[in-house]
């Protein structure tokens, strides 16, 4: 049920509104996040074990998943300051998307990996989704896109959006004013790492919404990441228990 949502609301911006001026006060940014080295030898994913370690049995995440929406916020707080991404935010989505990486008996590795990797419906324009094409696919011989990963994001989102985690945050400082538009730098990364995956999401949302911690400026982002009011408001609820 979590994969489809993704793969089954995208482009189809437009035909709703992206925000209200009834807009409901963002989901808080959750627990504060320890000060990490972003340069230090030690991965700031590994740093952040023992925030992560009581947060995760709190709030049924695995410790893996927790560790990597922890670093991608205080990677974008550095690169971004105004975005105001909280961890709680990444997480609503992984768990609306994948359970945080468990959809279909998935588990993460200690290096981020999740195995085996989650995959979405073809997208073939069948059951309310989009019909959306496979970088790889050849004429006469169509291969639909599958949304991938913890994420689920869509082949060509990634290959816009995606990124490695060890990715340093001065890299990611913004260059553009709208998610609509493709970076000028491939910075790789894999969809299946919980670590580039979450991210890759955050940088999306970034840049999608401005300021997060504004109604309007969340619900953007989040309804960019999948063009769907129901979704918006399955987030919501979900970041706001992980904001306890």
Known sequence: MWVALLASAVVVAGLVSVHRAS?????????????????????????LRDWARPRARRFGIPERALTAYGYASVVMAKAQPTCHLGWTTLAGIARVESDHARFGG???????????????????????????????????????????????????????????????????????????????????????????????????????????????GWRRAVFAYNHSNSYVAQVRTAARGFDA
């Open 23 to 47: 807009d409901p006060a963002p989901p808080g940014p959750g627990d504060p996040i320890p000060e990490i080295r972003l340069d230090a030898v030690e991965s700031g994913v590994d740093q």
């Open 106 to 216: 998935a588990t993460i590795a200690p290096d981020g990996s999740v195995r085996p990797p989650i995959r979405g419906v073809p997208l073939n324009g069948t059951a309310g989704n989009a019909t959306i094409l496979d970088p790889a696919t050849r004429p006469g011989h169509p291969v639909y896109a599958r949304a991938q990963g913890p994420f689920q994001f869509i082949p060509d989102t990634w290959t816009r959006w995606g990124v490695t985690a060890a990715t340093p945050y001065a890299t990611l400082a913004p260059t553009l004013t709208s998610a609509e538009k493709a970076p000028t730098q491939t910075l790789s990364g894999n969809p299946d790492n919980i670590d580039d995956a979450a991210l890759a999401a955050a940088r999306y949302l970034c840049a999608s919404g401005g300021d997060l911690a504004t109604p309007a």
